[in-house]
C-alpha cells in the first residue's frame, strides 16, 4: 500500500479511493446547499486537494473527506492506520483484543483501540447477508461462567444466546446468533425468521419455545433429548460445535471479559470469522471488512461507550 501511494496524502485519500472505489462525491457530501454526486454531475462545482487529503469546495469552502458517512468519519489518524489495523484484525485467526491491537500499531491510549476494534466490529455483518439454508440446527447456549444456584434457562446474571448453525456434510456451515431476553416461543420464532430462509429443515429440541417454527413453512424436527439417550452434542452436533468453540474464543481471545452490553457485537466478530475460517485469501477479507466500513453509519465514541462496556 505504501509503495502505491508514497506521498502522505496520496496514503490517505487516494488509497481509500483505490481500494474501496469511493471519492467525496460518491458521498452525497453537502457543501453550499448543493448535494455534490458523481451521478447528478452538478455543473461549477470545483475542488482544491488539500495537503490533508481533505478536499475544500472553491464555492462555499467547505471542507469534505472520503470517509465522510461511514464508519472512519471524524478519524484523527492516518488511513493508512487504519488500513493496518483491518489488515491485523483480519489475518489473526483467534481474534484480536484491544490491547493487542493498541502494542502492534503503537497507540498510547487503549481507549484509541479499543473504539477502532469495536467500529470494526459494527462492520462484520451485513444486513443484507443471505439466510442459511438446508438443514438448519437451533439451540440456545448461556455465556457468563459457573455460579452457584438456578441452572439452565432463565439464569439471571448471565446472557442467553441462541445458535443457527447449517449442517453440511464434513462439519458446520455458515452460522447466525443473537443474544435474546428469553427463549419463549415469540423471541425464538422471530429469529429463525430473521435467519433461516423457508423451506430449510429446523432441529431443535424439544422445548415448547420451538413450537411455532413449523407453522411458517419450515419443516421442523424436535428431539427430546432427555428421552433419547444421547448426549446434546451428538443429537446435533454442530450448533453445539459452535457454542463451544463461541465460549472457547470468548475465553481465550478475551479472557471472558465481555459484558452483556457489548456481547451483540462479540457475537457478529465470532460469526464473522467463523463463516470465513476457510477462506484462503486474506487479502479478499481485508476488502471485505473495508468495503463494509464504508456502508456502515459513522459511530463516535460516546454511542460505542456502554455503561459496563468490555
Known amino acids: 500500500m505504501q509503495a502505491r501511494f508514497p506521498g502522505p496524502s496520496d496514503l490517505g485519500a487516494a488509497a481509500f479511493v483505490f481500494v474501496v472505489g469511493r471519492d467525496v462525491a460518491d458521498a452525497g457530501v453537502q457543501t453550499d446547499g448543493v448535494i455534490l454526486d458523481a451521478d447528478e454531475g452538478v ?6 486537494q488539500m495537503a490533508d487529503g481533505l478536499r475544500r469546495c472553491k464555492a462555499c469552502r467547505r471542507e469534505a473527506s472520503v470517509t465522510v458517512g461511514t464508519i472512519l468519519a471524524g478519524t484523527r489518524m492516518p488511513l493508512v492506520s487504519w488500513f493496518a489495523a483491518v489488515w491485523y484484525v483480519v489475518n489473526q485467526k483467534q481474534g484480536v483484543s484491544a490491547l493487542g491491537l493498541q502494542r502492534v500499531l503503537g497507540f498510547g491510549s487503549y481507549q484509541t483501540a479499543w473504539a477502532w476494534l469495536h467500529k470494526l466490529r459494527r462492520a462484520m455483518v451485513r444486513p443484507d447477508r443471505e439466510l442459511l439454508d438446508g438443514v438448519v440446527e437451533v439451540d440456545e447456549t448461556i455465556l457468563g461462567g459457573v455460579k452457584a444456584g438456578r441452572r439452565g434457562r432463565g439464569v439471571p446474571g448471565k446472557a442467553l444466546v441462541v445458535i443457527a448453525v447449517e449442517r453440511r456434510d464434513g462439519g458446520p456451515g455458515r452460522t447466525r446468533m443473537r443474544r435474546i431476553p428469553d427463549a419463549s416461543k415469540d423471541v425464538l420464532t422471530d429469529f429463525v ?15 415448547v419455545g420451538y413450537n411455532g417454527v ?46 452483556h452490553d457489548q456481547l451483540d457485537y462479540y457475537l457478529d466478530e465470532f460469526t464473522f470469522r467463523f463463516n470465513r475460517r476457510h477462506s484462503r485469501h486474506r487479502g479478499l477479507l481485508f476488502y471485505r471488512l473495508l468495503e463494509q466500513a464504508v456502508a456502515t453509519a459513522p459511530h463516535p465514541y460516546k454511542t460505542l461507550k456502554a455503561p459496563e462496556a468490555a
Open 43 to 48: 455543473v461549477g462545482r470545483e475542488w482544491w
Open 193 to 207: 425468521l430473521d435467519h433461516v430462509a423457508r423451506g430449510s429443515e429446523i432441529h431443535t429440541d424439544a422445548w
Open 214 to 259: 413449523g407453522e411458517h413453512r419450515f419443516g421442523h424436527i424436535a428431539t427430546n433429548i432427555s428421552a433419547s439417550g444421547d448426549p446434546d452434542h451428538v443429537a446435533m452436533p454442530e450448533v453445539h460445535r459452535v457454542a463451544s468453540l463461541l465460549k472457547r474464543w470468548l475465553l481465550g481471545t478475551h479472557q471472558g471479559g465481555v459484558s
